[in-house]
């Protein structure tokens, strides 16, 4: 059974003796990390996926200087790992194009990046929910000419939809997505049940969850951070036992915890 749960507020530690296996490191797996120890977990951050070079990367140059340059109307974002790739190049976007991000927390990157935000869709959090508010954010106007950067390994669902519509469109990769082997010692714990959660972030992180513990056992609480993930996960053959509401680290985090409030 899938459980699903809206966000409540708690102050007890509802995850007192749950050992929880955090996917991604950095700044991301240490704030949830925080989150989750003042729940009253036990942490485990353990990458599964980091992120490389493109493997074409004139044609990212060759699409920043245009950015830079102002040939194009819009910029579309969909990860906050392709907001670190325009810092890194320290890309500058053109007063007179306006980017599109793909949720709040992408926004936010790009804020806290530097860079403004022009659309964030209100309802869904998602490409096809940026898809579903694009004409009337855009007042129906066509053709306009869109820069959608994405990673290797994304579904062109923004891209082939935007030209659908009748845009012009140059979706560029930005980035790759590659797993990361797990310590054979949490590798281990896992198989034994000794972990009461996973934490499944994205499609990427399913996979390598799949892979590098599957078959999780049953007792082993498989949490995905909202439906897109939790559909790309099921479609993978991982078992998913609870989504959040909302796709953020906040909501499965609370989500978790409700859940284990229940039991």
């Known amino acids: 059974m899938t459980w699903r749960y809206k966000t409540l507020s708690n102050p007890t530690k509802p995850l007192a003796g749950w050992r929880v296996l955090v996917p991604r490191g950095g700044p991301w797996g240490d704030h949830v990390a925080a989150d989750l120890r ?11 996926i980091n992120f490389a070079a ?131 010692r949490v590798v281990a714990d896992v198989a034994a049940g000794k972990v009461q959660a996973l934490l499944v972030t994205s499609g990427s992180v399913a996979e390598q969850v799949q892979e590098q513990f599957g078959p999780v056992p049953e007792t082993t609480l498989v949490a995905c951070i909202g439906p897109r993930t939790a559909k790309d996960a099921a479609a993978l053959g991982l078992r998913v036992d609870l989504v959040a509401e909302a796709p953020s680290a906040e909501a499965l985090i609370e989500a978790l915890s409700h859940f284990a409030e229940l039991r």
């Open 38 to 48: 003042s729940r009253g977990a036990q942490p485990i951050v353990a990458p599964m």
């Open 54 to 184: 493109t493997d074409n990367a004139p044609a990212l140059d060759a699409a920043l200087a245009r950015l830079a340059d102002g040939d194009f109307d819009w910029m579309t974002i969909t990860s906050a790992t392709t907001v670190d790739v325009l810092s890194s190049h320290r890309a500058v976007v053109a007063p007179g194009t306006r980017i599109a991000a793909v949720g709040e927390t992408t926004a936010a990157a790009l804020i806290a990046a530097g860079y403004r935000v022009d659309l964030v869709p209100a309802e869904d959090n998602s490409a096809r929910g940026l898809l579903a508010e694009w004409e009337a954010a855009t007042q129906g106007v066509v053709p306009l000419r869109i820069l959608t950067l994405r990673s290797e390994i994304a579904k062109p669902l923004l891209t082939e939809g935007l030209r659908r519509i009748g845009h012009e469109v140059e979706s560029v990769v930005a980035y790759r997505t590659i797993g990361v082997p797990v310590d054979p």
